[in-house]
């Protein structure tokens, strides 16, 4: 649904965006990782046709973004929530949704059950006459986010959802976007939230200015720190650590009477280090695959690049 | 160009004005009371006169006085204009707007419009309460009604409206430049600092703002309309909003 390639955004001669390429399949839900400033809202607004690219490819669809005829259509087929929800505030949240529905050239039958599906679907129906501005944070963010459904998008661009809410209200707006998900909508989420990504998102890309990684979240763990293995001993024996030491098992360190290694495959590599452990009179206690976590790749990832 | 869409962003807008009091206030009072003051003047010019006075001895005051209808019209826009497009940059819906298939040209029609409209009907309101007093006044001495003349169907059907408009293009241009709705409006207002010098030269006889003039002073608006309209459609960019503006 979104293929970028090479895709690159600079300001004057600092590059925002560094040679993007990446690939958004239809119906999934797309996170977008990176610290301030690391080009998120950048490729979002490349994306919308917002801004132009440098240089590179983007296509959303059959569309080519940066192709002056084809930017209508990709608005046309794209929903953007902004970081900042941007309502009419002295307009009511009815009015608000309704003049969306004009510009996207939605007949008065269409918006009205547009209009109305989405205030109900998001508890906004008792409130649909009050004005935006008297909403609070969380109810705005939903009628932002119902704007940029209100004509039925195949592509919704999330830029930081639930920045500055209140646990609630961003448990609101990401429930509404797991809703979204069951509806099959290519859902692209811009996020520093890891918890919210890994909660999600279908895959995580990581970006700093340059694309750093790209996958599940569980791949992306993987792909940074590995899983380790830890065996816990009733002891420690000088037979145990020799024939360990003869496995030739990657970063292997004691503590006591435990004993942790890398390992990539952990149902293929440990069954032998287990059989070594027991033919070498070892008593093992617990065996303990562990992984890093979503945050530690990703600080490892962006401090790598810094 | 799908005007449809910049009808529905005029409107929009037009709607918004009517909640802002101040907004509303300054078209209502400006072109009223001015409308009200001249006629006074006219009439206290007349019940004043020396026998035998003719109405020519007034024809520089009431040109002048017609004048001020173009002036309004370079004025009542620039609060308009600065709240439809400064104010969206602070609340910041500008960008949800932009993301949507509207073209930028019809964008910036409609907030033109929702400025124009507004700003022409006052103009015409004040000079229609004003001719009506003014021709009560001078009845009895001209004999029959001095207004509409060629001068301000001049003004009012060319010069008002394109003071209005440069007024709304040179705001366009300066809310790219300015994050707050009452400097815009301030800085907009300056537009009639020129009209208010032919005024004066008018006043001083250095010029006469007869039918003539006014045309050309009007040809040379519209030139300068033309450039301006350029420069502001060249402000008014998606790519220049969201990477250039302040």
Not at chain 1, 24 to 31: H, I, L, W
Not at chain 1, 124 to 151: C, N, P, Y
Not at chain 2, 91 to 109: M, Y
Request: proline residues 3%; contains cysteine; hydrophobic residues 45%.
């Amino acid at each position: 649904m979104i293929e970028t390639d090479g895709l690159t955004r600079k300001f004057g001669d600092v590059a925002a965006v560094d040679g993007l390429t990446l690939k958004v399949n239809e119906g999934e839900v797309f996170g977008f990782l990176g610290p301030n400033g690391a080009g998120k809202t950048t490729t979002v607004r490349m994306l919308c046709c917002l801004i132009s690219k440098t240089s590179g490819a983007a296509r959303i669809a059959q569309y080519e973004v940066g192709n002056a005829a084809d930017s209508a259509s990709i608005r046309r087929i794209i929903g953007l929530v902004p970081e900042s929800v941007g309502l009419y505030e002295g307009m009511s949240a009815y009015d608000n949704l309704d003049f969306y529905g004009k510009l996207y050239d939605r007949t008065e039958s269409q918006r009205k059950e547009s209009n109305d599906y989405f205030l109900k679907m998001l508890g906004l129906w008792e409130k649909r006459d009050a004005a935006a501005g008297t909403f609070s944070k969380g109810m705005k963010q939903k009628l932002a986010v119902a704007r940029a459904l209100i004509h039925d998008p195949q592509v919704l661009f999330l830029d930081e959802p639930t920045a500055n809410l209140d646990p609630e209200s961003a448990k609101t707006v990401r429930d509404f976007i797991l809703e979204l998900k069951k509806e099959k909508k290519t859902i692209f989420l811009n996020t520093h939230n890891l918890d919210e990504a890994q909660r999600i998102c279908d895959r995580i890309a990581i970006l700093n200015t340059k694309l750093m990684a790209i996958g599940t979240a569980e791949e992306l763990e993987r792909a940074v720190k590995g899983r380790q293995t830890v065996i816990q001993l009733s002891q420690m024996s000088e037979a145990v650590v020799r024939a360990l030491e003869r496995l030739s098992l990657s970063n292997l360190s004691y503590d006591g009477a435990r004993a942790t290694f890398d390992v990539a495959d952990p149902e293929k590599e440990n069954p032998p280090v287990v059989r070594t452990i027991v033919q070498a009179g070892g008593e093992i206690q617990t065996v303990t695959v562990k992984g890093s976590t979503l945050e530690e790749a990703y600080l490892s990832l962006v401090k790598k690049q810094e | 160009m799908n005007l449809k869409h910049s009808w529905i962003i005029a409107t929009k807008d037009l709607k918004a004005i009517r909640h802002r009091r101040t907004i509303l206030y300054t078209l209502v009072i400006t072109p009223l009371a001015l409308s009200l003051l001249f006629g006074y003047i006219v009439q206290y010019a007349v019940s004043s006169a020396a026998p035998g006075t003719n109405v020519s001895d007034f024809a520089f005051l009431l040109d002048a006085f017609a004048f001020w209808f173009a002036i309004i019209a370079a004025i009542l826009p620039s609060p308009i204009a600065s709240y439809s497009i400064v104010g969206e940059k602070v609340e910041k819906s500008l960008e949800p707007l932009l993301a949507t298939p509207v073209t930028d040209g019809e964008i910036l029609l409609g907030k033109s419009l929702a400025a124009f409209i507004p700003t022409i009907l006052a103009s015409f309101a004040g000079a229609a309460i004003y001719m009506a007093y003014a021709d009560w006044a001078l009845y009895g001495m001209v004999g029959h009604l001095y207004y509409p003349n060629w001068e301000m169907v001049v003004i009012l059907l060319l010069l008002a409206p394109l003071t209005c408009l440069l007024s709304i293009e040179l705001n366009v241009i300066i809310s790219s430049r300015v994050t707050d709705v009452r400097a815009a409006s301030q800085l907009g207002g300056v537009v009639f600092a020129p009209f208010m010098g032919l005024y004066i030269a008018g006043e001083i006889d250095v010029i006469t703002l007869n039918t003539l003039t006014l045309l050309v002073i009007s040809a040379i608006l519209a030139g300068l309309a033309v450039g301006m309209f350029y420069l502001s459609t060249h402000t008014f960019q998606r790519e220049e909003i969201l990477t250039k503006w302040k």
